[in-house]
């Protein structure tokens, strides 16, 4: 086997870049430290209301105690629905879609319809969704 041969300055120049990702990488997690630290003084000292902003041992503790109340359970009944929402609501706009492109005329018929829709915030959206299925 030919082992190839790095030059000293190539060396030199790839150690000075591993040397300053990890200098990156710890001043990020000495960010996240610290950030979580003073958080933690300043909800133990009242200086930020602990009900609003909660605290980083209470997270922790909440993590810690996640059989008894049941989160992840809920975690995995949210990602289920996030999940099957998102699958139906692709399916469902393909289908829109291919009629759309497949008939001129319901095309046509629907263009200024789907300008209005989209040009809606799309928080606005569930709302209007939610009345109009309950007036039916």
């Known amino acids: ?7 000293k300055d190539r060396k030199k120049y790839l150690k000075k870049i591993w040397t300053k990702k990890i200098s990156i990488l710890l001043t ?6 610290a950030f979580i ?3 933690e003084i300043c909800a133990n000292k009242g200086m930020i209301d602990s009900f609003i902003t909660s605290q980083p041992s209470r997270i922790l503790k909440t993590f810690i105690n996640l059989s008894e109340n049941k989160l992840l359970m809920h975690l995995g009944i949210t990602c289920e629905e996030t999940l099957i929402g998102f699958f139906l609501g692709v399916i469902m706009g393909t289908i829109i879609a291919i009629f759309l492109w497949w008939s001129d005329f319901l095309s046509k018929v629907s263009e200024p319809f789907l300008v209005v829709l989209n040009s809606l ?4 959206l569930g709302p ?6 309950r007036c039916r």
């Not at 990020?28 to 430290?33: C, K, L, S, T």
């Not at 915030?121 to 606005?124: D, Q, S």
């Not at 209007?128 to 299925?133: A, F, K, Q, R, S």
């Open 37 to 39: 630290t003073i958080w």
């Open 128 to 133: 209007i969704i939610i009345i109009w299925v």
């Open 121 to 124: 915030p799309k928080v606005a």
């Open 1 to 7: 086997m030919h082992k190839e041969s790095i030059s």
């Open 28 to 33: 990020q997690i000495g960010i996240v430290i």
